[in-house]
């Protein structure tokens, strides 16, 4: 079992920053595939970006160049750095963990499509005004 907490949401001004971490408690060592999802209601879950434990990376389209997803393996930490902000950013975002290694993970969050994870946060809300 994997425990997952984000931290980090809140309420920024377009153009703004911020930064969301997750910290993941468990079975962490058998991890190799670490994720963020968005989500707004009525709409499915989009992957944002995502990391394997080779530190091989991805990102939805619509957010390269300006988000980053980066890990402390020592703190067992994954982070989203998010800058530019947009209003269309606006969602609840979420982490996620896998077993097995980025190589379909990515193929999906290139698309920004839905990758289910083995397992999931709950979720921190970010909200981007104009």
């Known amino acids: 079992q994997v425990q997952l907490v984000e931290f980090g949401g809140g309420s920024v001004q377009a153009g703004g920053s911020l930064t969301l971490s997750c910290e993941a408690s468990?079975?962490?060592?058998?991890?190799?595939?670490m994720g963020w999802f968005r989500q707004t209601p009525g709409k499915e879950r989009e992957a944002v970006a995502a990391i394997g434990s080779d530190g091989t990376t991805s990102y939805k389209e619509a957010v390269k160049g300006r988000f980053t997803i980066s890990q402390d393996n020592g703190k067992n930490t994954l982070y989203l750095q998010m800058n530019s902000l947009k209003p269309e950013d606006t969602a609840m975002y979420h982490c996620?963990?896998?077993?097995?290694?980025?190589?379909?993970?990515?193929?999906?969050?290139?698309?920004?499509?839905?990758?289910?994870?083995?397992?999931w946060g709950q979720g921190t809300r970010v909200t981007v005004s104009s």
């Open positions: 468990g079975d962490t060592d058998s991890v190799h595939c």
């Open positions: 996620a963990a896998d077993y097995l290694s980025c190589s379909l993970a990515h193929v999906v969050t290139m698309k920004g499509g839905y990758y289910n994870y083995n397992y």
